[in-house]
């Protein structure tokens, strides 16, 4: 199973109290415009969209808020979405998006606000300021590991009920719910990285009697 994955080292966006905070910024002049890329932590569409709002408040007289989100794992495009905001079809959002879904990271959202400084960039220098506005973002974003965790089931006989306790924490596995009839029944919780291991090791301490299995399917 994937272990976990990357994510900003920031608190998740919050409308409520945006702030440098909450964000990291990267801004360069090209041919007189003016690019101003904010990047911050957003795990859903509504946050991402909560970001663009946030900035165009703070620069309301600006001609573009282009932006693009990749709000799942790293690479992950089911959760993604992105805007030109008025640039030319393909020069902003898109390559903006690219960035972030080859970035490494996971969850984050990127807005470029533009000033117009009167000269035009073309097609091909609008799409490199808005890539690179987001690339050089990326480089300033500090980052922290996420780690994912699954719910898995087991079924262990009494005579085994000690060698199960004391397994669990050599896994990072905590018990989210027991029941206990003719044998007990254990919901745990645990990084995805330590199912695989938990599973052989559990397997092992009760000679072949019980068995870890996600949680979706029945133990």
Known sequence: MASGYKVPDLPLFDASSPGGKMWVRFEEEIKRSRFITTLARADSRERALALVDCVRKEFPDARHHCFAYAAGRPGETAKVGQSDDGEPHGTAGRPM???????????????????????????????????????EALALLPVTEKKVFLRARARVDYAHADRFYRLLPRFQAKVAEESFGESALFTLELPEECFEACRLALRECTDGMSELVPAEEKG
């Open 97 to 135: 998006l690219s960035q972030l879904l080859y970035g490494g990271v996971g969850e984050v959202a990127a807005v470029t606000t533009r000033y117009f400084g009167g000269i035009k960039l073309g097609t091909g220098g609008l799409t490199r300021a808005y890539q690179n506005g987001v690339k």
